[in-house]
């Protein structure tokens, strides 16, 4: 038998649902009382000197503190531990608490009434002190005004609200925070995956935000007309990149056009694909990746412009006489340290400092075999502290710590170097036997 169609079982959801909801309203009557008893006390408890400053208080001293926006009154701290115990709340939870609604009664006297009447929930009304807390006094008056009917106002008309009145009523904050917005802006393209693909994130201002939207709905919608049946999206993505080429082409010094330089590891197979032991995969230096030979087929159609390396000998000694270190030497350095070489740091060696190995001033050579790839935090840390490091290999460093702990960095990772008994400091030598003692 199907329960959820018998009369009995409509009546009985009908019930129970009529109960939830006179549950409902009996916790928001009950809160509303809640809110006009803190309303009340806190007339009672209002502390009329100025903000921090000690006061007299029934034959003691008190401090009144302001836990609402500017104008609501300061009220007695010892009286607000008081009623926060009372609460039955947390000491910054109950602090915050009656400050939304001291917020709503001195501030947002609209609100407030709204809640007692019980046209706007105690949480929304919470919600919105959260947001006017930090405006004066006439841009929390403005919003007040407002919300007349706040039960049908949503959360984002809401931040547009609080942001006109900070324009209207106080524009000197308002372009302290568009200052502070613009300094956030950002486009950041992530480290590719393996598949050759990566994400973009960034925040822009908006009418540049615009423009650009617009000229990659164009280009997507051309692509479309020219035939090519990918999503949308897809479209989309591949116009962004057609219009970073195009900005190439205003490459003065250079060829124009996108330029392929690509690190790229291969075995004489992997473009190919030839004989039994075919390797179809190959490391992109610069993502520190493995790619498909496919994905470095499709870069090099698309670049206008490719510049092949010769393959480096990481092992060759190509010094100079000067201190500072020049661009093939960084090179090499980057292709064969990969990440900084302090202990277990990965930080590519590609944004990293290239440091004398023996400094250039007690006549260490400006070589490859003398710099070595260190992140600008453990280059200090080189340089300003008793951290050293022996280059002992071909790209591996035994480091030894101010108190004296070792390790080895290679390609392979971080080892810690566990001294012998013979050489540890912290262990002791039995005593030696008396001669006169029988074996």
Request: aromatic content about 6%.
């Amino acid at each position: 038998m199907d329960l959820g169609t018998t009369p009995r079982s409509t009546a009985t959801t009908a019930g129970v649902l009529s109960a939830i909801r006179a549950e409902v309203e009996g916790r928001q009557a009950s809160q509303i009382r809640e809110w006009e008893a803190i309303v009340a006390w806190a007339s009672a408890n209002i502390v009329t000197s100025p903000e921090g400053a000690a006061t007299i208080t029934d034959g003691y001293l008190d401090t009144g503190v302001p836990i609402a926006g500017a104008s609501a009154p300061l009220v007695s701290e010892f009286a607000l531990m008081e009623l926060v115990a009372v609460l039955g709340r947390s000491p910054d939870g109950g602090r915050a608490y009656v400050g939304r609604i001291i917020e709503c009664a001195w501030r947002l006297p609209q609100v407030y009434a709204a809640v007692v009447a019980g046209r706007l929930t105690p949480w929304r009304a919470e919600k919105i002190a959260d947001l006017t807390h930090s405006l004066n006094a006439d841009a929390a008056a403005f919003v007040d005004r407002q919300l007349f009917n706040a039960s049908g106002v949503g959360w984002a008309q809401l931040d547009r609200l609080i942001a006109e009145a900070i324009v209207r009523h106080d524009p000197e904050k308002a372009e302290t925070e568009r200052q502070v917005a613009s300094d956030q802006r950002y486009v950041e393209v992530g480290d590719p995956d393996t598949n050759g693909m990566v994400h973009l994130s960034g925040v822009m201002d908006a009418a540049d935000g615009h423009d650009l939207d617009q000229a990659i709905a164009r280009r997507a919608s051309l692509l479309g007309d020219l035939g090519n049946e990918q999503s949308l999206d897809v479209r989309r993505s591949i116009a962004l990149g057609e219009i970073a080429r195009a900005d190439l082409t205003l490459d003065l010094e250079g060829s124009p056009g996108r330029k392929a330089v690509l690190n790229v590891h291969i075995t004489d197979t992997t473009l190919t694909g030839a004989g039994p032991f075919a390797n179809p995969v190959g490391r992109w230096e610069e993502g520190r990746c493995p790619v498909a030979s496919e994905q470095i087929r499709d870069w090099l159609k698309s670049a206008s412009t490719i510049i092949v390396r010769p393959v480096i000998d990481l092992a060759d000694h190509v010094p100079v006489d000067s201190y500072e270190i020049p661009d093939r030497h960084r090179a090499r350095v980057i292709l064969r340290d990969h990440t900084c070489r302090f202990p277990h740091c990965t930080r590519p060696a590609a944004k990293c400092d290239i440091d004398h190995a023996r400094p250039h001033g007690e006549g260490g050579p400006t070589c490859p075999c003398n710099e070595v790839a260190l992140c600008r935090r453990h280059h200090r840390a080189k340089t300003h502290s008793r951290w050293r490091y022996d280059i002992t290999a071909l790209a591996t460093y035994e480091w030894t710590s101010p108190n004296g702990f070792r390790f080895r960095v290679d390609h392979r990772g971080t080892h810690p170097i566990r001294p012998s008994p013979s050489t540890d400091p912290c262990s002791t030598a039995p005593p030696e036997r008396p001669r006169s003692e029988a074996p």
